[in-house]
């Protein structure tokens, strides 16, 4: 219960945080009039700040941290590989394709969320047919995919980087690749949502048989689990998840690959467990990271520059303390 109730918390404690600070209890009192629909007696400012600004801003920060960790989490726990992340199969590179091309093109922010979610999904089904090479889809074969996969898109991206306006449009793709919430809005949240909430709650209704497919085909086909059916539907709502958060937040590395680590040393190894703890912990990671984000300078850092500060230390801190053994 404490791992659910932490986000909320997180989330509440946000909203009083920034470079211009709100009591606790202001924050509250804004909260429970919009909710309510009655009249609020803080001041027009404060309501602005909390309710239009920073309320749908973490909502949608816990949003995408979460999906990003649980499908890194499912990700590891399917592919029996630690190093694995989220953008796996060229979910990330893929949607940043599609945002790039809605930059240049359109200069419309629910185009770039319909083109970065779609190129992103395109991407997972294009290394799922290079893994069908072979007609079976053997681990190292998707594996293979995605690398091939990301690395096609990251060169669409370069590509595009190349042809783009430099006094408008490069700065604007440069600034979404790099990841921020910066113009997050409750349209936001309804857009990304679907997608992300179909995602995680397939990965939470499956996340038993990812420990049966973690042993292996073999002993998963034993079990009498079809492997390739259930695979799939792992990888689509993982991919559903991961595209959803890429698509409003941009590229965010890190988050997929540590969190689950550190749900590990919490749990264990078991995806029961596992999975909605890295769920919470990836939620109030980002939201404390985008915190961050917003007071340590005058401006505002983008998320994907912190959270690579921060990950690669704490994932060497999490190499020495586990000996490699964390899996």
Known sequence: MLFFLAPVLVILLSLSVGRYPVEALTVLQVIWCKLTLQPCPVDEIYQTVVWDI?????ILGAMVGGCLAISGASFQGLFRNPLVNAGLLGVSSGAGFGASVAIIMFDSALMTYSLAFGCGMLAVVLSYLIARVYKATPTIMLVLGGVIVSSVFSALISL????????DELPAIVFWLMGS?????????????LPMLAGVAGLLLLRWRINVLSMGDREAHTLGINTAVNKGIIIACASLATAGAVCVSGIIGWVGLVIPHIGRMLVGNDNQKLIPVSLSLGAMFLVIVDDFSRIITGGEIPLGILTALIGGPFFVYLLKKTKGGGW
């Not at 595009?160 to 006094?167: C, E, G, Q, S, V």
């Not at 997050?184 to 949240?189: E, K, V």
């Open 54 to 58: 920073r309320l749908p801003r973490a």
């Open 160 to 167: 595009l980087k190349y042809l783009a306006d430099p006094t």
């Open 181 to 193: 919430l910066a113009n997050a809005r409750f349209s936001d949240i309804t857009i990304a949502g």
